[in-house]
């Protein structure tokens, strides 16, 4: 089973920046379409930002040119850089493929925006 750990979450200003981490068990970025997915407070669970394994990248309009996503495949870790940050970015952003993996989610990193 897949284990992936995200991190980099945290408070933060308005207009600030955060760089979230994900961290796979295994060699799983080379082969798998991978995405960052966020579920802001009370609501379902999106996904903000793709990673194929040919390299493209895609964005949903809410985080397109605020955001990069990343991968280092050496360190199985896949990154999310995201700038300009606004209070509606708030929520719990996780790491997984796309479609996702079965099996649980992993805990997530909070990141809450606020001044």
């Known amino acids: 089973q897949v284990q992936l750990v995200e991190s980099g979450g945290g408070l933060v200003q308005p207009g600030g920046s955060l760089r979230l981490s994900c961290t796979a068990s295994g060699n799983i970025f080379t082969i798998n379409n991978m995405g960052w997915y966020s579920q802001p407070p009370g609501k379902q669970r999106e996904l903000v930002a793709a990673h194929t394994t040919g390299g493209t990248t895609n964005y949903t309009d809410s985080v397109k040119g605020r955001s990069a996503i990343s991968r280092d495949n050496a360190k199985n870790t896949m990154y999310l850089q995201m700038n300009s940050l606004k209070p509606e970015d708030t929520a719990v952003y996780y790491c997984?493929?796309?479609?996702?993996?079965?099996?649980?989610w992993g805990q997530g990193t909070q990141v809450t925006v606020s001044s």
């Open positions: 997984n493929a796309i479609p996702a993996f079965p099996g649980p």
